[in-house]
Structures are given as C-alpha cells and as structure tokens.
C-alpha cells in the first residue's frame, strides 16, 4: 500500500500533519469526530507514525493473493482517499476467498465514522 511521499517525507522530518490526518475521513464526517481524532494523532511521535506508514509502503503480497485461502472481510469506506474503493476491490478480485463491504460516507476511519456498518459487516461476515 503506496503512501504519498510528502507524509513520508513530513513525519521523516519530525512533523505531524493535521491536514493529511483530515485528509483520511470523509467530508461527511462529524467535524467533532475529525477535531478529536487529530488531536489524538498528535500525541504519537513522527518517527513511530513514519515507521508505521513506510512499512505500509514498502509491504507487497499482490503476487501471493491467490495462494491465501484464509476467507478475508475487506471493510472500506466509501471516501477512502488512502486505501480506496478501487484497491479493496482488486483484493476481491484476487483473493479466493473474500467479502467485500463499503461503508458509505465513510473515509480511511470507517470503524470510527460508522461504527455500526462496521460492526454490522462483521457480524455479517462471522454468522452467515
């Protein structure tokens, strides 16, 4: 999963950005909600944040999707900016066994913004 190289580059530096933190949710979320959230993003160092993020840009399983038979859940939100729609439905496409689940009016948070889709495609997932 790429990650833009100016958030790399930004938490590199030792900088958080707020606005790439807002960036992640949907323009239909509660503004409270995303206030809240950058606030607790803020508390985090940049250098564990920047860990985090460049593993997630350096890690590629896409040759070995065929060969996981594990059934997968693939929750998304509907404004993902970051991992979108587009990408949850190449899994799909490429994993045997998968489900596929698009929270609407959701971003990158979507077990934030819409707990209950979330909770519900779980449910739905587990008990069929």
Do not use: W
């Not at 890690?59 to 999707?65: A, I, S």
């Not at 991992?83 to 998968?98: G, I, N, W």
């Amino acid at each position: 999963m790429k990650v833009l190289p100016q958030v790399l580059a930004s938490l590199a530096d030792g900088r958080i950005n707020d606005e790439f933190a807002r960036f992640s949710f949907s323009s239909q979320t509660d503004p409270v909600l995303i206030e809240a959230e950058i606030e607790k993003y803020r508390h985090n160092s940049p250098l564990v944040l920047y860990s985090d993020l460049k593993a997630c840009h350096e890690f590629d399983l896409t040759e070995k999707l065929s060969g996981i038979i594990t059934p997968a859940l693939l929750i998304v939100g509907e404004d993902d900016m970051l991992t979108p729609v587009k990408y949850a439905e190449f899994l799909k496409t490429h994993l045997p066994d998968a489900a596929l689940e698009i929270i609407k009016s959701a971003g990158h948070f979507a077990m934030l913004e819409d707990p209950i889709a979330v909770n519900s495609a779980i449910i739905k997932f587990i008990r069929p």
